[in-house]
């Protein structure tokens, strides 16, 4: 079983920055392909970024250059630094692990999820 656990959420007026983080227990995270989701209240559940096994990353066009995923293996943990925020950036942030075949984009297709970490921005 795999638990990810969220953290580094909070609010940030536009312009700011934040990291969030996704601990992870079980397996060691290099096993896994990594994906960062996000909903916003009334939306549906968006890709946002995603890093894969072997460290290719992909991003939605919203958040490309302002966005970057990273993975620390040894601390077991997956990070999202993101610069440039902007009030449409409001949601709660997923990570998300799969662990076999997957799409990158696609959240049905991953396997474990965390709780969720509230992000705010303020204009």
């Known amino acids: 079983q795999v638990q990810l656990v969220e953290s580094g959420g909070g609010l940030v007026q536009a312009g700011g920055s934040l990291r969030l983080s996704c601990a992870t227990s079980?397996?060691?995270?290099?096993?896994?392909?990594m994906g960062w989701f996000r909903q916003a209240p009334g939306k549906e559940r968006e890709f946002v970024a995603a890093l894969t096994q072997n460290g290719m990353t992909s991003y939605v066009d919203s958040v490309k250059g302002r966005f970057t995923s990273s993975r620390d293996n040894a601390k077991n943990t997956v990070y999202l630094q993101m610069n440039s925020l902007k009030p449409e950036d409001t949601a709660v942030y997923y990570c998300a692990a799969a662990l076999g075949p997957y799409e990158l984009g696609k959240a049905s297709t991953y396997h474990y999820w965390g709780q969720g970490t509230q992000v705010t921005v303020s204009s």
């Open positions: 079980g397996r060691s995270i290099s096993t896994y392909g």
